[in-house]
C-alpha cells in the first residue's frame, strides 16, 4: 500500500514560481510511473507530467514544457514539480499518482489517469493575473 501527501500548493501572481513535494510512504517497489495531474470544476483532470521512478525518465504535457520540471528525490521518497512562469490557466487543484508499470507504457500512457492506483489529497494552485 503507498500513500501520497502533496504539500506545496499557494496563491502567485502571474509569472511566479512553485515548487509541489509529494511524500510517498508505504511500500511501493520499483518500476513506478508516477504522475502530477491537475484538476478544476470545469476541465476534465489532465496529466501534467510524469516520471519513471526506475530510471529517471521523464514525460511531459505540451502546456508544460518549457516552464516545469519533474524530479524525484529517492533519498526523500519525494516526488516534486517545479513551476516556473506560471500562468492564470495554471490555476487548479494539483494531485500526485503512481501506478506500478512499465517504462514503455508510463512513455505511450502515462497520461491515462484512471489507470493510477495510488492518488494523494491534492494541494491548490492559484495563479491571479
Known amino acids: 500500500q503507498v500513500q501520497l501527501a502533496e504539500t506545496g500548493g499557494d496563491s502567485v501572481e502571474s509569472g511566479g514560481s512553485l515548487r509541489l513535494s509529494c511524500l510517498a510512504s508505504g511500500h511501493a517497489g520499483s518500476g513506478h510511473c508516477m504522475g502530477w495531474f491537475r484538476q478544476t470544476p470545469e476541465k476534465e483532470r489532465e496529466g501534467v507530467a510524469a516520471?519513471?521512478?526506475?530510471?529517471?525518465?521523464?514525460f511531459y504535457a505540451d502546456s508544460a514544457v518549457g516552464r516545469f520540471a519533474i524530479s524525484q528525490d529517492n533519498a526523500k521518497n519525494t516526488l516534486y514539480l517545479q513551476m516556473n512562469s506560471l500562468k492564470p490557466e495554471d490555476t487548479a487543484m494539483y494531485y500526485c499518482a503512481a501506478v506500478r508499470s512499465s517504462r514503455k507504457w508510463c512513455n505511450e500512457s502515462w497520461k491515462t489517469d484512471r489507470v493510477y492506483g495510488y492518488w494523494g489529497q491534492g494541494t491548490q494552485v492559484t495563479v491571479s493575473s
Open positions: 516520471i519513471y521512478t526506475a530510471d529517471g525518465s521523464t
